[in-house]
């Protein structure tokens, strides 16, 4: 049996050519902090790509890694890491990952933390234990998991960040060329329209291209399906998060009035969040965010969905590449995953901040068999984690 000796939180921030959606719009200025407000969306964003890392350290020398969100405020996680759920999982097996995922999460949920920074900060944490798990057993995390379902899983190119409805057709196209055919633009940012970005992007990419739309919460209910409506004639493959992720009602009826299927989820921490759609079919396609779930919940969330005949397509935001490497682990564990998201602006930048390279290439993500998460942070990363001690 190992145990956990020590946990470390830090906060990594890498600096970005170019923000993330693209170059930023009229009246899109930073603050000093670095963040900014998308007009599209009324979300901020900040200028950098930010997120949390945890360190596992076993007593016998084992180091593992966990990652989440750190985009805004990120004190806040690290914060909860090092003042709360470090010294309760400090004397643990690290191969009861899910059982030390249901005691942090009790330890405040009658305080009504059962969603925010706080769950993000215990997914970190899980994220980490698995990898621990793994490591000391010797064994890829995808195998704890049940198995490896797939030899490989297709990615889809996620937004397309350049300044005009040309350009951007154009970016599709090039990776349409290096065999990608699923695409997800980014409402966002569409700046000519999404009905018409929609039209152009069927246009270059042809019949055989999936494209789905991102529509980023934006739209009322009847926005949204009177929006999906004109954009089923180029046969929309999925559209993403159309109204505000609170409108539970909402979202079920913008499901029951369209041809397309929804797909929502990132924003999800829980399964318990899950069930209040799944129960209303108000999707058709869940996308969980690994740095929100961590291991244990995003393979709950995505069996329960599996089991309801709702597919899997798990979303994938910016960060080192660890808890892109754990969604993949649990991706390629489960059934009903169609595919999986790739944030082409982020994945390839950051090779120099992992070992053992997640690499997607003729659109499909390979999977390394190494022990853990198969991954391990460079010198290169290890020099830009800034430890936090309060
Ligand atoms: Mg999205």
Request: hydrophobic share 40%; with cysteine; net charge negative.
């Given at each position: 049996?190992?145990?956990?000796?020590?946990?470390d939180?830090?906060?990594?921030?890498?600096?970005?050519?170019?923000?993330?959606?693209?170059?930023?719009?009229?009246?899109?200025t930073?603050?000093?902090?670095?963040?900014f407000?998308?007009?599209?969306?009324?979300?901020v964003?900040?200028?950098?790509?930010?997120?949390?890392?945890?360190?596992?350290?076993?007593d016998s020398?084992?180091?593992a890694?966990?990652?989440?969100?750190?985009?805004?405020?990120?004190k806040a996680?690290?914060?909860?890491?090092v003042?709360?759920?470090?010294?309760?999982?400090?004397?643990?097996?690290?191969?009861?990952?899910s059982?030390?995922h249901?005691d942090?999460?009790s330890?405040?949920?009658?305080?009504?933390?059962?969603?925010?920074f706080?769950?993000?900060a215990?997914?970190?944490?899980?994220?980490?234990?698995?990898?621990?798990?793994?490591k000391v057993?010797?064994?890829?995390?995808?195998?704890?998991l049940?198995?490896?379902?797939?030899?490989?899983?297709s990615?889809?190119?996620?937004?397309?960040?350049?300044?005009t409805?040309?350009?951007r057709?154009?970016?599709a196209k090039?990776?349409l060329?290096?065999?990608f055919?699923?695409?997800?633009?980014?409402?966002?940012?569409?700046?000519?329209?999404?009905v018409e970005?929609?039209?152009k992007?069927?246009?270059?990419?042809?019949?055989?291209?999936?494209i789905a739309?991102?529509?980023?919460?934006a739209h009322?209910?009847?926005?949204?399906?009177?929006?999906i409506?004109?954009?089923?004639p180029y046969?929309?493959?999925?559209?993403?998060a159309?109204?505000?992720?609170?409108?539970?009602?909402?979202?079920?009826?913008?499901?029951k009035s369209?041809?397309t299927?929804?797909?929502?989820?990132e924003?999800?921490?829980?399964?318990?969040e899950?069930?209040l759609?799944?129960?209303?079919?108000?999707?058709?396609?869940v996308?969980?965010?690994?740095?929100?779930?961590?291991?244990t919940e995003?393979t709950r969330i995505?069996?329960a969905?599996h089991?309801?005949?709702?597919?899997?397509?798990p979303?994938?935001t910016?960060?080192s590449?660890?808890?892109?490497?754990?969604?993949?682990h649990?991706?390629f564990?489960?059934?009903?995953?169609?595919?999986?998201?790739?944030?082409h602006?982020?994945?390839?930048?950051?090779?120099n901040?992992m070992t053992?390279?997640?690499?997607?290439?003729?659109?499909?993500?390979?999977?390394?068999?190494a022990a853990?998460l198969?991954?391990?942070?460079?010198?290169?990363m290890?020099?830009?984690?800034?430890?936090?001690?309060e």
């Open positions: 049996m190992s145990r956990v000796a020590q946990v939180a830090f906060i990594l921030t890498v600096p970005r050519d170019e923000p993330y959606l693209g170059a930023l719009g009229p009246g899109e930073p603050n000093k902090r670095g963040y407000v998308r007009k599209g969306n009324k979300t964003y900040p200028i950098f790509d930010r997120s949390v890392v945890v360190r596992v350290i076993t020398g084992v180091a890694w966990g990652e989440t969100y750190g985009i805004v405020a990120p996680t690290t914060a909860i890491i003042d709360l759920l470090a010294d309760f999982v400090v004397g643990r097996d690290p191969a009861e990952a059982a030390i249901d942090l999460y330890l405040m949920r009658v305080r009504g933390y059962t969603g925010g706080y769950l993000d215990l997914a970190a944490v899980d994220i980490a234990l698995w990898d621990a798990a793994g057993a010797g064994k890829p995390v995808y195998e704890l049940g198995g490896r379902k797939r030899e490989e899983l990615g889809y190119v996620s937004g397309l960040p350049k300044p409805l040309d350009e057709a154009a970016f090039d990776w060329g290096r065999g055919d699923r695409f997800k633009f980014a409402g966002a940012v569409a700046g000519e329209g999404i970005e929609m039209a992007l069927r246009e270059e990419l042809g019949d055989d291209a999936q739309c991102d529509m980023h919460w009322t209910p009847d926005q949204a399906i009177d929006a409506k004109r954009m089923e046969d929309l493959w999925f559209a993403e159309p109204i505000a992720p609170e409108n539970v009602k909402g979202l079920a009826k913008v499901a369209v041809d299927p929804i797909g929502a989820g924003e999800w921490r829980t399964l318990f899950a069930q759609r799944y129960d209303v079919d108000a999707v058709k396609i996308q969980p965010e690994m740095g929100h779930t961590g291991i995003f995505s069996k969905a089991e309801r005949g709702i597919s899997i397509l979303h994938a910016v960060g590449g660890i808890f892109l490497a754990a969604s993949l649990a991706s564990s489960l059934e009903g995953v169609i595919g999986h998201e790739y944030q602006s982020v994945v390839e930048r950051n090779h901040l053992n390279r997640i690499i997607c290439s003729n659109g499909n993500y390979q999977l390394s068999d853990g198969g991954v391990e942070p460079t010198e290169d290890l020099s830009r984690l800034e430890l936090q001690t």
